[in-house]
């Protein structure tokens, strides 16, 4: 396991550019989104740029509201990222406080 933290200055879009620059055909590139509103949109047409120079994109997309509320419903800034996400063909995987990540992960 790894531990992200967003602690730079650097826009994440800006990130995924510089990756996308040295990207191979065919790499694929795990990036980590706990999409904002307001944030979001810049770090998509980057992910749509790393899927035009044909790397593959595993998203983990954290479900924001259930770290602030485990009771939550679900989260329609994720919903928005999936479905985002699917119409690039990137595989993703949701994450919401307290799931199970083994289990998550092997499923």
Do not use: K, W
Request: a negative charge; one cysteine or more.
């Amino acid at each position: 396991m790894a531990v992200v933290d967003a602690d730079g200055s650097r826009p994440y879009a800006s990130v995924l550019e510089g990756i996308g620059r040295r990207a191979l055909d065919g790499e694929t590139v795990i990036v980590f989104l706990s999409p904002a509103a307001g944030e979001a949109s810049a770090t998509f047409e980057a992910l749509m740029a790393l899927r035009a120079s044909r790397a593959q994109i595993f998203a983990i997309v954290f479900e924001r509201s259930s770290f602030v509320d485990p009771l939550s419903s679900r989260d329609a800034q994720a919903d928005a990222a999936v479905a985002l996400l699917h119409e690039i063909d990137a595989t993703s995987v949701r994450v919401r406080c307290g799931d199970d990540l083994v289990h998550l992960f092997n499923a």
